[in-house]
């Protein structure tokens, strides 16, 4: 399969290798090819140096040279055999025999999403032991996996959001052709594979872009983690280049069928096209023929980027994490008040039923926790499947003081509800690895930067410091219990343990999640391709909540009770699909977290 030049990296060509950095502020630039003496080369007029070498090859090791002085790998490299400081590898990106090359990924309705991160879903920690547990995931019903960045980061472990070098797949998982079996093995087994990047900050270590390209970043505007890429001024095309070719390179050699964006409300571009827009628009032109799929992370809510066209397919992107519906579910699920919790703490069941019919529960109203700033737009219009719900995720869990897991804060009848109402919902589910069968492996917040013992004391103590705010680490001692995230203990506890799936009380869990995800694809997924015409919701004395769904098949609805029992009488025309009430009376008696889904069709096959 014959992959597009990108114009940043070393490219093969059919005179020798092609090498291109984009370096306007080193003064001199050179170039080390498998340890020989460097040889300088010369600028153009946008700051790229580009030299065509005869007789180099796929496998041979090179370097950039800045100022006479500081060997650094290739921003754009597409391997690292010996981690982030060493020299980069010159890949062959065709020679990869795919075995699925005619493989043209699934509609978004079908997405049912499973999200890993590479070193802990397996005990081996590479693309190979993840491949090994595609069989498991098809059987759940999983249709889509997410991975959690992969670009190279310092060290053997992390969560991938330090990266620093976006092309190249990070050598602790295994090599790029290990990367393609997988996504190869997972497309035989009808699974889309999306892949989570960083396109808002590089990690504290390993970047060298200041050193030779400091215009890559402006000091005018901050982020939590630093200065900003400077995607908006005119003489930054390289900039915007340098992201958008790495998302159709993702896209294209590695065949990836989706791209989630991380924290977007960190992007800051007054552009008069967004960087966001013309990155959708031009992975849209580059794969006609192809379903991808394109997900943001952003926490401003905004609705903007979900438009739909007039044929109900998206504009720009197919859907974002909604963090909303995870935070009404945990309020419920918990009663946790601290921190962001604290915007859903007044009336989380309200807010949960506007989630649920009409996507954010922040449409415009002022937060709390953001002191009193207005927060999302409105999203009435949009179809459910422009968002992701979730009870789960690796932040939610992950940026907890433990890593608990939710099935370790609440009780199992309360999750299993939750569980049905995510999965038998219109939006589009997402299961954070080991949820399926409840784990009792933590996840929690790790880093390697053994070669920086500043940088890890940094981590280590900025980690305490941010939970003294919360009541249960307001003492010192308290404090000092967390996990140290640069221990390689605190990775190891987070490493899921798959043999739990077949003893109890795992293997039920698994088995209720199997079934709900069967009657989704049987029930929910026809709907949502039939089209969406509207929802709304009534609360039952804040004590229940009834959704309506309304599809040109059909219409989907749901009923939940939270507190005291009701009648929910149901017609002749009400199927109903799922329910852990008791029939009676020609309906349902739903006692205090019982719940009821039903479909009234209005097209056979529906």
Same mark, same amino acid.
Request: negative net charge.
């Given at each position: 399969?014959?992959?597009?030049?990108?114009?940043?990296?070393?490219?093969?060509?059919?005179?020798?290798?092609?090498?291109?950095?984009?370096?306007?502020?080193?003064?001199?630039?050179?170039?080390?090819?498998?340890?020989?003496?460097?040889?300088?080369?010369?600028?153009?007029?946008?700051?790229?140096?580009?030299?065509?070498?005869?007789?180099?090859?796929?496998?041979?090791?090179?370097?950039?040279?800045?100022?006479?002085?500081?060997?650094?790998?290739?921003?754009?490299?597409?391997?690292?055999?010996?981690?982030?400081?060493?020299?980069?590898?010159?890949?062959?990106?065709?020679?990869?025999?795919?075995?699925?090359?005619?493989?043209?990924?699934?509609?978004?309705?079908?997405?049912?999403?499973?999200?890993?991160?590479?070193?802990?879903?397996?005990?081996?920690?590479?693309?190979?032991?993840?491949?090994?547990?595609?069989?498991?995931?098809?059987?759940?019903?999983?249709?889509?996996?997410?991975?959690?960045?992969?670009?190279?980061?310092?060290?053997?472990?992390?969560?991938?959001?330090?990266?620093?070098?976006?092309? @190249?797949?990070?050598?602790?998982?295994?090599?790029?052709?290990?990367?393609?079996?997988?996504?190869?093995?997972?497309?035989?087994?009808?699974?889309?594979?999306?892949?989570?990047?960083?396109?808002?900050?590089?990690?504290?270590?390993?970047?060298?872009?200041?050193?030779? @390209?400091?215009?890559?970043?402006?000091?005018?505007?901050?982020?939590?983690?630093?200065?900003?890429?400077?995607?908006?001024?005119?003489?930054?095309?390289?900039?915007?280049?340098?992201?958008?070719?790495?998302?159709?390179?993702?896209?294209?050699?590695?065949q990836f069928d989706g791209l989630r964006l991380d924290a977007v409300h960190a992007i800051a571009d007054d552009s008069p096209q967004h960087i966001l827009g013309e990155l959708s628009e031009r992975a849209k032109a580059a794969f006609p023929d192809r379903h991808i799929h394109l997900v943001l992370e952003n926490e401003h809510n905004s609705a903007y980027w979900l438009?739909?066209?007039?044929?109900?397919?998206?504009?720009?992107?197919?859907?974002?994490?909604?963090?909303?519906?995870?935070?009404?579910?945990?309020?419920?699920?918990?009663?946790?008040?601290?921190?962001?919790?604290?915007?859903?703490?007044?009336?989380?069941?309200?807010?949960?039923?506007?989630?649920?019919?009409?996507?954010?529960?922040?449409?415009?109203?002022?937060?709390?926790?953001?002191?009193?700033?207005?927060?999302?737009?409105?999203?009435?219009?949009?179809?459910?499947?422009?968002?992701?719900?979730?009870?789960?995720?690796?932040?939610?869990?992950?940026?907890?003081?433990?890593?608990?897991?939710?099935?370790?804060?609440?009780?199992?009848?309360?999750?299993?509800?939750?569980?049905?109402?995510?999965?038998?919902?219109?939006?589009?589910?997402?299961?954070?690895?080991?949820?399926?069968?409840?784990?009792?492996?933590?996840?929690?917040?790790?880093?390697?930067?053994?070669?920086?013992?500043?940088?890890?004391?940094?981590?280590?103590?900025?980690?305490?410091?941010?939970?003294?705010?919360?009541?249960?680490?307001?003492?010192?001692?308290?404090?000092?219990?967390?996990?140290?995230?640069?221990?390689?203990?605190?990775?190891?506890?987070?490493?899921?343990?798959?043999?739990?799936?077949?003893?109890?009380?795992?293997?039920?869990?698994?088995?209720?999640?199997?079934?709900?995800?069967?009657?989704?694809?049987?029930?929910?997924?026809?709907?949502?391709?039939?089209?969406?015409?509207?929802?709304?919701?009534?609360?039952?004395?804040?004590?229940?909540?009834?959704?309506?769904?309304?599809?040109?098949?059909?219409?989907?609805?749901?009923?939940?009770?939270?507190?005291?029992?009701?009648?929910?009488?149901?017609?002749?025309?009400?199927?109903?699909?799922?329910?852990?009430?008791?029939?009676?009376?020609?309906?349902?008696?739903?006692?205090?977290?019982?719940?009821?889904?039903?479909?009234?069709?209005?097209?056979?096959?529906?």
């Open positions: 399969m014959q992959s597009r030049p990108i114009p940043f990296g070393a490219e093969l060509t059919a005179e020798g290798v092609r090498f291109s950095l984009w370096a306007p502020d080193a003064e001199r630039v050179a170039l080390v090819v498998d340890a020989a003496d460097p040889f300088p080369v010369e600028r153009d007029a946008d700051g790229f140096a580009r030299v065509v070498t005869p007789g180099v090859s796929a496998g041979a090791r090179y370097s950039w040279l800045i100022n006479d002085e500081t060997p650094i790998p290739d921003p754009a490299s597409r391997f690292q055999p010996d981690g982030v400081f060493g020299p980069s590898l010159v890949v062959d990106p065709a020679a990869f025999a795919w075995r699925q090359s005619d493989w043209r990924g699934r509609p978004w309705e079908e997405a049912v999403i499973y999200e890993v991160h590479v070193g802990t879903a397996t005990n081996e920690g590479t693309y190979d032991g993840l491949r090994e547990r595609l069989d498991a995931l098809r059987d759940l019903g999983v249709t889509m996996i997410e991975l959690m960045p992969i670009a190279e980061t310092p060290g053997s472990r992390n969560w991938g959001y330090d990266g620093v070098l976006p092309y @190249a797949p990070n050598e602790a998982y295994g090599s790029p052709d290990d990367l393609k079996r997988l996504i190869d093995s997972a497309h035989e087994r009808g699974i889309m594979v999306m892949l989570d990047v960083v396109y808002n900050h590089f990690g504290p270590s390993g970047n060298y872009l200041p050193l030779y @390209a400091r215009s890559f970043f402006t000091q005018a505007r901050q982020t939590p983690w630093g200065a900003a890429i400077d995607f908006d001024a005119s003489h930054r095309r390289a900039v915007r280049d340098f992201v958008i070719c790495n998302a159709l390179y993702w896209l294209d050699e590695y438009a739909r066209d007039d044929a109900g397919q998206p504009r720009f992107y197919s859907a974002q994490w909604n963090d909303d519906i995870h935070h009404c579910w945990h309020v419920l699920l918990t009663g946790e008040s601290e921190a962001y919790y604290e915007d859903f703490a007044q009336a989380p069941l309200n807010q949960l039923g506007r989630c649920l019919a009409e996507g954010f529960a922040y449409q415009g109203e002022a937060s709390p926790h953001a002191g009193g700033k207005l927060r999302g737009e409105r999203s009435a219009h949009l179809p459910p499947q422009a968002f992701i719900s979730f009870l789960q995720n690796h932040d939610q869990v992950g940026n907890r003081a433990f890593g608990d897991r939710l099935s370790s804060l609440t009780e199992p009848h309360k999750l299993a509800l939750a569980h049905a109402v995510l999965i038998l919902g219109p939006q589009i589910p997402m299961l954070f690895m080991g949820e399926d069968w409840s784990a009792s492996t933590p996840f929690q917040f790790f880093v390697d930067f053994g070669d920086d013992p500043d940088l890890s004391a940094a981590v280590r103590d900025g980690r305490r410091r941010e939970f003294a705010r919360f009541s249960a680490f307001s003492a010192e001692e308290h404090a000092s219990s967390i996990p140290d995230p640069t221990d390689v203990a605190t990775f190891n506890a987070s490493t899921l343990r798959w043999e739990e799936r077949m003893r109890t009380p795992h293997a039920q869990k698994l088995q209720e999640m199997r079934e709900l995800i069967a009657l989704r694809q049987t029930h929910v997924t026809p709907l949502l391709r039939s089209g969406f015409e509207g929802a709304d919701h009534v609360f039952q004395n804040d004590e229940g909540l009834d959704v309506h769904w309304r599809f040109a098949a059909g219409d989907l609805r749901l009923f939940l009770q939270f507190n005291n029992t009701r009648h929910v009488p149901l017609d002749a025309r009400q199927r109903v699909i799922w329910s852990s009430a008791e029939a009676r009376d020609g309906g349902y008696e739903l006692a205090p977290w019982t719940g009821l889904v039903t479909l009234e069709a209005r097209h056979a096959g529906a």
